[in-house]
């Protein structure tokens, strides 16, 4: 990247130092599973501002949490570099214009981008009784997802709700809210689910799309593998509490405080896949998660599991699992007695030895492809 391509980013995010922004250029490699080598190639993606996809993003049955999550990262600048390094041309929350001027640009950015923009959808669909339940500018949603749909050149479910169905879709479900790939069917629709739904992801998304010109991997629900290919079990702080048989029975009890193991308490963590544990939420790599704080983690990126399954009902552990990267318990020696780090005192120690672990391998393998699997253990 060239200093005057820096002094452009700069110049859109303010005050950020060419080594901060080459730091998280680095971090997006690794959150999409990449070799650190491609930072470059992302930062220069990134530097471009004529790459700005346009994007129209679509509100159906929903709190606004996807789009609150998305605006409120501290560091470093989340919400900056994705509202740069894309062109929001429609977004029902924050268009500074209503009613029809808003219309008016919705129509626009579809007439001029027609097989170029991103469409990103927000909620649930209701589809009962012809979609009457949820209506906007006098359309049903459910035809202005299909009318949108139509004509864009990458579609987006952001949110659990908008990925599988979400709270709307729970039973009884009586406005029939279904999820976007059901409703369009035949379509390719990248699902980043989670109630929110970790923001890192959507930008690395976008930025892989910038980067290299195509989707990032997909699984079967169209989940990017880089961000929902493992279990949350897998990579948990509290993963060695577990397989050593330490848990928490009750909130507030000695196993809860001392960090235990939520299982017993029906963490769904080990039948849910999101890398929360990973990235975590509020900062990157330095905030926290549901887990972290002491909740068991509900499933509300799992459909099936999330606002389906009773929040403290025990899952079955069907698929054994290898142990986590995390430093392991050692039961003679006293644990601190810092409530809720417990469990991170040793994991961070874990996850720096699992880091480096990942990075050599990734080294080793073909660091050049973006869509290189990464080798298991
Ligand atoms: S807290 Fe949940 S995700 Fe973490 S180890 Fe225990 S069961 Fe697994």
């Known amino acids: 990247m060239t200093t005057d391509d820096f ?18 250029c680095s971090i997006m490699a690794g ?35 996807c789009t609150e999550t998305l605006l409120r990262p501290s560091h470093p600048s989340l919400d900056s570099l994705i509202l740069d390094i894309i062109s929001l041309d429609y977004h029902e929350t924050l268009c500074a214009g209503a009613g029809q001027q808003a219309e008016a640009s919705l129509a626009q ?58 709270i709307p879709s729970a039973h009884p479900n009586p406005t029939g809210a279904t999820s976007a790939p059901e409703v369009l ?40 593998t ?18 050593a048989g330490r848990f928490a029975e009750k909130f507030g009890d000695e196993g809860h405080r001392l960090g235990y193991c939520l299982y017993k308490l029906g963490c769904k963590g080990p039948v849910t896949h999101a890398n929360c544990p990973e990235i975590q939420f509020n900062d990157l790599g330095g905030g926290t998660w549901p887990v972290g704080t002491g909740h068991p983690c509900f499933g509300c990126a799992e459909k099936g599991v999330g606002f389906t399954i009773p ?12 142990f986590a990267r995390q430093a392991p318990i050692i039961p ?26 990942v990075a050599l391998r990734k080294l080793k393998d073909s660091p050049d492809d973006p869509d290189h699997p990464v080798k298991e253990d």
């Open 7 to 24: 002094k452009g980013i700069k110049a859109r995010l303010g005050d950020i130092s060419r080594r901060d922004f080459m730091r998280y």
């Open 31 to 65: 959150a999409l599973g990449l070799s650190t080598g491609l930072a470059p190639r992302i930062a220069q993606a990134i530097a471009d501002p004529k790459r700005r996809p346009p994007v129209i993003w679509l509100h159906g049955q929903e709190c606004t949490g």
């Open 109 to 166: 950015s579809m007439r001029e981008n027609a097989g170029k923009y991103v469409l990103i959808i927000e909620g649930a669909i209701p589809v009962k009784d012809n979609g009457i339940y949820c209506k906007i500018g006098g359309k049903t949603f459910l035809s202005l997802v299909e009318e949108v749909a139509a004509q864009a050149g990458a579609i987006i479910a952001i949110g659990s709700c908008a990925a599988w169905g979400g």
């Open 185 to 224: 069917k035949g379509k390719t629709v990248v699902t980043l689910p989670g109630c929110p739904p970790n923001p890192y992801n959507l930008l690395s998304t976008v930025v892989h799309v910038l980067s290299f010109g195509k989707l990032p991997k997909l699984d079967s629900l169209g989940r990017p």
């Open 226 to 243: 880089f961000a929902y290919g493992r279990l949350i079990h897998e990579n948990c702080e509290r993963r060695p509490h577990f397989d």
């Open 311 to 322: 929040m403290f009902t025990q899952v079955e552990v069907l698929s054994p699992t290898p």
């Open 332 to 357: 003679e020696r006293p644990v601190p007695v810092s409530p809720i780090t417990a469990a991170l005192a040793g994991g961070a120690l874990g996850l720096a030895i699992g880091a480096s672990a």
